[in-house]
């Protein structure tokens, strides 16, 4: 059986809805990372980056959501969370977002909202302006709409609603400056299976 440890509400919260709307056969290990749980002797032979999301499958173990969600809708093609075969330029577009929130937007609000020791002040307000400049480039550019590709529900929905949650849950999500993404996380909250992961963790829809 697949093992995911995540953090609760944390980025692996994407790699679990993967999970859940893949209909996988998957258990949770929680990982308390205020308690620094991430940098045990035990998790770092998991995930020796000391970061959760990792995935220990029969295969091995991965790390990194993209790589957690891909491998979760692959080996389910019947759940159809990814885009068809025949359709290469949808797959690449849905990467393209996929990369645009790991290695942009997510290092961008992580270092606003949970920079260790927390920002402040002046440094807040300068490290917020660019990350919701990352925000603006989804809004605009990479959320199709209803769903990221459009008509069609991907595993980025789920990942981008991780970063949107986060957003809404600081006040920061401006229903004004971010219309489509506010939206789309109330859209993708309405799944049950994303429901279902959020209350698994403990959590509830933002
Ligand atoms: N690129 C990684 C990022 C993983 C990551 O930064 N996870 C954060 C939670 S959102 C974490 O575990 N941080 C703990 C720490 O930095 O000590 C992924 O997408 O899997």
Not at 64 to 77: C, D, F, Q, R, S
Request: charged share 20%; aromatic share 8%.
């Amino acid at each position: 059986m697949l093992k995911l440890y995540y953090s609760p509400g944390a980025c692996a919260l994407a790699s679990h809805i993967a999970l859940e709307e893949a209909h996988a056969d998957y258990e949770l290990v929680r990982i308390d990372l205020s308690k620094g749980e991430q940098k045990t002797p035990e998790y770092l032979a998991v995930n020796p980056a000391g970061v959760t999301p990792a995935l220990v499958s029969d295969d091995g173990v991965l790390t990194e959501n993209l790589a957690i969600m891909w491998y979760a809708a692959a080996t389910h093609p019947d759940a159809g969370l990814l885009p068809p075969d025949d359709a290469p330029f949808e797959l690449a577009r849905m990467l393209r977002v996929n990369g645009f929130l790991a290695s942009a937007l997510h290092p961008a609000i992580g270092k606003v909202l949970f920079a260790r020791p927390p920002l402040e002040g002046e440094a807040r307000a300068q490290a917020l302006e660019p990350a919701l400049a990352k925000y603006d480039i989804v809004e605009h550019h990479l959320l199709k709409g209803p769903w990221v590709l459009g008509e069609r529900y991907t595993v980025a929905d789920g990942y981008l609603s991780v970063f949107s949650r986060w957003l809404r849950l600081a006040d920061l999500l401006d229903p004004d400056r971010f219309p489509k993404l506010n939206a789309h996380l109330t859209l993708v909250q309405s799944r049950p299976c994303v429901q279902k992961a959020l209350h698994m963790e403990g959590l509830h829809p933002a």
